[in-house]
């Protein structure tokens, strides 16, 4: 039976350590066809998301802090199926490793339950770009986590984002039809929206989140600019 082990590596990026080692491991079976891309993608990222909510929202892990994780896991019927059983996850601060075991066996349990639904992502409204497309932040259990851009057409929009939390995750340029407000539209169905993203590594994700970011920055210092010019004509 195979073992995805991440060996230590500091907390922020045990996301696509996690990713980089189950598609290592897992080469050979994407080659055969026994997987595909998705498959492992899908599995990293259930994975991941579990283990964001032990480490992060459980055990308050620091992004500097040092962890070790390792599982077993299994390959059925097109699936990757992980032994949680065989999970252990080591973290290396002022945590007593039966602390961090307790935690581990309380979330096992919970496994399903934390994977099987959407992600409650909350979109707060920033601003529009230069071309008028419409930026949103994206929040996750009170934090920032990543950014939306969204192009309004006639009944429709395009939407495109990025999320580094709970699981890194790029949504690429999507139609969706759009019912009502749009803000209000956004705001109520981000959840359901972003179910449609795949999981990436963590700095395609962040790669998207800067550029979206940045654009609404351009917007905001050409207005700028351009109101300091109307003023100093006025005067």
Do not use: C, H
């Amino acid at each position: 039976m195979p073992t995805l082990r991440t060996g230590l590596v500091i907390a922020a990026g045990y996301a696509d350590k996690v990713r980089r080692v189950l598609f290592a491991q897992l080469r050979d079976k994407i080659r055969q066809g026994e997987l595909s891309n998705s498959d492992v993608a899908a599995a990293a990222g259930s994975l991941n998301r579990f283990l964001f909510e032990v480490l992060v929202n459980r055990l308050k892990v620091d992004k500097l802090d040092v962890v070790r994780i390792q599982v077993d896991y299994e390959v059925e019927d097109g699936r990757v199926e992980f032994k949680l059983d065989t999970l252990r996850i080591e973290v290396w601060r002022r945590v007593p490793p039966e602390d961090v075991e307790g935690v581990v066996r309380e979330y096992v349990e919970r496994y399903e339950e934390i994977v099987a639904g959407a992600i409650a992502f909350e979109a707060e409204k920033l601003g529009e770009t230069l071309t008028g497309d419409v930026v949103y932040r994206l929040r996750f259990q009170g934090r920032d986590v990543g950014a939306l851009v969204v192009t309004p057409l006639d009944g429709e929009a395009l939407v495109r984002g990025a999320v580094i939390e709970p699981t890194p995750l790029r949504l690429s340029r999507t139609r969706i039809s759009i019912e009502g407000d749009l803000d209000e539209f956004i705001r109520g169905r981000i959840s359901e929206i972003m179910e449609k993203a795949s999981n990436v590594e963590r700095k395609e994700a962040d790669k998207v989140v800067r550029e979206i970011l940045a654009m609404l920055e351009a917007a905001e210092k050409a207005e700028k600019e351009a109101a300091e010019e109307a003023a100093a004509y006025e005067e």
